[in-house]
């Protein structure tokens, strides 16, 4: 059984600093390229990131250029998202995600 456990999200003040973590089991997780995708308020779902299967290459969506890095560790079957700079538009729900599967969410509050 897949299993997408997302942790580390909280309140932080604007310009703020937080790294998500998503814990991944029941699958071979250095076969998959990985994403994170959020859900602002009363919003659909947004991508926010990807990275490939070794972590060489990654990709950001242009709100979170500059600002946010994905990264994974293979051997402890984990994603990360650190994230830099945070706006109140941050804040949201954050998922992470391998093919149709998806964790429960980390809860990102950005504000003062």
């Known amino acids: 059984e897949v299993q997408l456990v997302e942790s580390g999200g909280r309140l932080v003040q604007p310009g703020g600093s937080l790294r998500l973590s998503c814990a991944a089991s029941g699958f071979t997780f250095d076969a998959y390229a990985m994403s994170w995708v959020r859900q602002a308020p009363g919003k659909g779902l947004e991508w926010v990131s990807s990275?490939?299967?070794?972590?060489?290459?990654?990709y950001y969506a242009e709100s979170g250029e500059g600002r946010f890095t994905i990264s994974r560790d293979n051997a402890k079957n984990t994603l990360y998202l650190h994230m830099n700079s945070l706006k109140s538009e941050d804040t949201a729900v954050y998922y992470c995600?391998?093919?149709?599967?998806w964790g429960q969410g980390t809860q990102v509050t950005v504000s003062s």
């Open positions: 995600n391998v093919l149709n599967f």
């Open positions: 990275i490939n299967w070794n972590g060489e290459t990654t």
